[in-house]
């Protein structure tokens, strides 16, 4: 893992929150990655990908998410997101990632989104 | 022009290495008072152009150098970032849908990013390599 990079899973109700921290980039996604497969593996229907407020997250960071969104579909998960900078949500909507998967600003708001 | 004041960084083509250029960007355009998420505009492009010039201009050459212009005029901060690679063509713009549907390769985004984030963009090929110019106001 990146230095700087957490990134850790934990149970909510009947939702995986995967709390990532640190940058998300075409270098370091593979522990995002790893940690959405590892809930997949555990049954996970529902995901909430909680970022810490300063995290950075690039273009190859955009792709290792979209990865991820297109692999929750195909296995009927739902993912939402929460924790965005006010930057990253208007990015992540610039791009079309909201349509996939809704940004929430606070975990409570996302948790009753599912 | 006597009110223009220019600043330069020359980075090697190195992963992670972006992240100064924000850095250096976002130093430049606080002093000129720019909003906090003009800012944050600013540092993603000048990241996004730092990577394209690395990964697709310098191929990932770390003898090859990214150079960061930045030049400070009234109102408004333009940004060359140039790489010494050859000229890498038109890239299509990419589109989510596809890529969600297994389409298309969910990469491509970045020169997607510079053009919505920035005021103003240009891209150059030339004989020393490619040149992304960006202008970013004030007044927007």
């Known amino acids: 893992m990146a230095k700087g990079q957490e990134i850790s899973i934990r149970p909510k109700g009947d939702v995986s929150v995967i ?4 940058d998300v980039t075409a270098l370091t996604g593979q522990p995002v990655e790893d940690a959405y497969h590892h809930v997949t593996a555990a049954g996970a229907k529902k995901i909430l990908l909680a970022f810490a407020s300063d995290c950075y997250i690039n273009s190859g960071g955009i792709a290792v998410l979209i990865g991820i ?20 949500q208007k990015i992540f909507a610039m791009v079309g990632l909201t349509k996939y998967a809704q940004i929430h600003l606070s975990e409570e708001a996302a948790l009753a989104d599912f | 022009m006597a009110s223009e004041k220019k600043f330069e960084l020359h980075l090697p083509s ?20 720019f909003p906090a998420d003009r800012v944050e505009d600013l540092k993603s492009a000048v990241a996004e152009a730092c990577l394209n010039a690395i990964e697709h201009g310098n191929k990932m050459d770390a003898n090859m150098k990214v150079g960061i212009s930045l030049t400070v005029d009234k109102g408004r901060l333009q940004v060359a970032v140039q790489d010494e690679g050859a000229g890498i063509g038109q890239v299509p713009t990419p589109n989510i849908d596809k890529q969600i549907e297994g389409k298309s390769d969910p990469r491509g985004w970045g020169i997607f990013l510079i053009k919505n984030l920035m005021d103003e963009v240009t891209f150059e090929s030339t004989p020393k390599g490619n040149v992304v110019k960006m202008i970013i106001h004030l007044d927007k």
């Open chain 1, 69 to 88: 969104l297109s692999e929750s579909r195909k296995k009927e998960q739902a993912v939402r997101m929460t924790g965005l900078s006010a930057h990253f």
């Open chain 2, 14 to 33: 190195a992963p992670g290495v972006e992240k100064v250029a924000m850095d250096f960007a976002a130093a430049v355009a606080k002093t000129m008072n």
């Open chain 1, 19 to 22: 709390d990532i921290k640190g």
